[in-house]
């Protein structure tokens, strides 16, 4: 029997109901996609938000998010991205977040799976890094069960997706994660946000996924920021015990009348 769980990422929520992120109201977007999450996939086990939650990272803007996610908090996982307030997420979500050093992560067994989740934020800049205390929780973590399909989490990519601007400001210490892949072939799949687009590459077999934002979407292929217009998404992941999975993701079109 597979295990259903469900990523949203970029969600650049603001305190102002009505702030616009490049035209794009957030809240509005972020209202959308939880409604077809209730609807479609009220079932899937997990839901895991992986980093820019709060845009202008404030504590009332995580409070706000909470409340949003009520209906989700005993399935919640979240971890940071470069748009984030460590110690606001832990006083806002303190239950759903494991702190390791000053990183929030998540650990989960569920399914026959291990679901590992990182926080690749470098305060004060917008590429990530793992850094070398968290690569040796990873290590850690990896061996628990080392016999069991693991996917890992994070909110910076760590491969390269072929647009320049996008791929200069990715997880720096890739090369550290993606060395121990070949130590630890239980790691089915990486997942990441941060680009606000859907991708998906490779390193040596092991599938490199981006999900869409909830929020704006950038364009891919471009020099620069540039909005595009397709709408906002999420991805659903189905595990198999077996350790082979599916993964799709879904578009939310949003109604002009918000
Ligand atoms: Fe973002």
């Keep these: 029997m597979s295990t259903r769980i469900v990523q949203i990422t970029d969600l650049h929520l603001m305190a102002d109901p009505l702030s616009e992120l490049k035209g794009v109201c957030t809240r509005t977007n972020l209202y959308a996609v939880l409604d077809v ?5 009220g079932s899937a086990e997990l839901l895991i938000v992986t980093g820019d939650l709060a845009h202008d990272e404030l504590l009332e803007t995580y409070e706000v998010l909470r409340e949003m996610l009520a209906d989700w908090l005993p399935k919640l996982r979240v971890i940071g991205g470069n748009h984030e307030n460590r110690a606001f997420m832990r006083q806002v979500f303190g ?38 205390s968290q690569r040796n929780w990873l290590v850690r973590e990896l061996a628990v069960e080392p016999q069991s399909p693991t ?17 200069e400001i990715r997880l720096e210490d890739a090369d550290q994660l993606h060395e121990l892949l070949p130590k630890n072939r239980q790691v089915k799949f990486i997942c990441a946000g941060h680009i606000h687009h ?11 996924l981006t999900t869409p934002a909830t929020s704006v979407q950038f364009l891919p292929e471009t020099d620069r920021l540039i909005p595009d217009p397709i ?4 991805r659903i992941f189905d595990l198999e015990p077996d350790g082979s999975f599916r993964t799709r993701v879904v578009r939310v079109p949003i109604s002009s009348a918000g």
């Excluded at 999450?37 to 996939?41: I, P, S």
């Excluded at 759903?96 to 399914?111: C, K, P």
């Design 37 to 41: 999450l209730r609807r479609d996939f």
């Design 95 to 132: 239950e759903r977040v494991t702190a390791v050093d000053d990183r929030n992560v998540f650990a989960d067994s569920i399914g026959g799976w291990r679901l590992i989740g990182l926080d690749s934020q470098l305060v004060g800049e917008v590429r990530g890094q793992m850094g070398e």
């Design 151 to 167: 996917g890992i989490f994070l909110h910076h990519p760590t491969q390269e997706v072929g647009t320049g601007w996008l791929d």
């Design 198 to 208: 859907e991708t998906m590459v490779f390193q040596g077999d092991v599938p490199v």
């Design 231 to 234: 709408p906002p998404g999420f």
